[in-house]
């Protein structure tokens, strides 16, 4: 009977943690309201983060598509993710962690921002090389927009996995430089 105790805790063990690092599978964003379940399926093939002061997580992620007549779209993902949630203490998983999202796409004719929040799942310490996380519950709406910039996916939700490198200085350069870049676009446009 003993034995069997062990057994039973050893599968609930073995399933509780299971469960603490369910993927999501490739991100997806999808419009709210779509019937047709088409989704857009960003596919970031690279990206990096770090660990600020304040105990917050930066992410940018990228992706670059080409169009039917041969342009380059490229869409950038940043995540903030500012707070680490406090075991018992607050409603949601233990490994939730609010987040907010900026996500820009850069087309040949013009450049839109989304913005929004979800949740975010980390599934390595802190300190890893890597970071391997989940985008949970994700909603975006489109907050500013330069060019002749065409809204397609109108308010979403976003959701799934996506992975990043250890780079404060890559993570800092490249956040400011996609700032940068929308918003001059955004200025000059007059939009």
Not at 42 to 65: E, K, M
Not at 89 to 110: C, E, K
Not at 125 to 136: G, N, T
Not at 161 to 179: I, N, P, V, Y
């Amino acid at each position: 009977m003993k034995q069997r105790n062990v057994i039973t805790l050893a599968l609930l063990v073995a399933t509780l943690a299971l469960a603490g690092c369910k993927s999501f599978g490739p991100m997806r964003i999808k419009p709210v309201g779509s019937s047709s379940g088409a989704a857009l399926r960003p596919d970031f093939t690279s990206g990096y983060f770090r660990f600020s002061r304040n105990q917050a997580y930066h992410f940018i992620l990228f992706a670059t598509t080409r169009t039917p007549h041969g342009g380059t779209v490229r869409q950038v993902m940043i995540l903030r993710v500012f707070w680490t949630p406090v075991p018992g203490v607050t409603p949601i998983v233990r490994t939730a962690i609010n987040a907010t999202i900026r996500y820009v796409i850069f087309t040949p004719h013009g450049c839109g921002m989304y913005q929004g929040a979800g949740f975010v799942r980390l599934h390595n310490s802190p300190h890893a090389r890597e970071m391997h996380a989940s985008l949970v519950q994700g909603d975006l709406r489109l907050t500013g927009a330069s060019g002749n910039f065409v809204d397609a996916i109108g308010p979403s939700r976003i959701t799934g996995d996506f992975s990043a490198l250890r780079s404060a200085e890559r993570t800092l350069t490249l956040t400011l430089r996609t700032k940068r870049r929308f918003f001059t676009a955004t200025l000059s446009n007059g939009r």
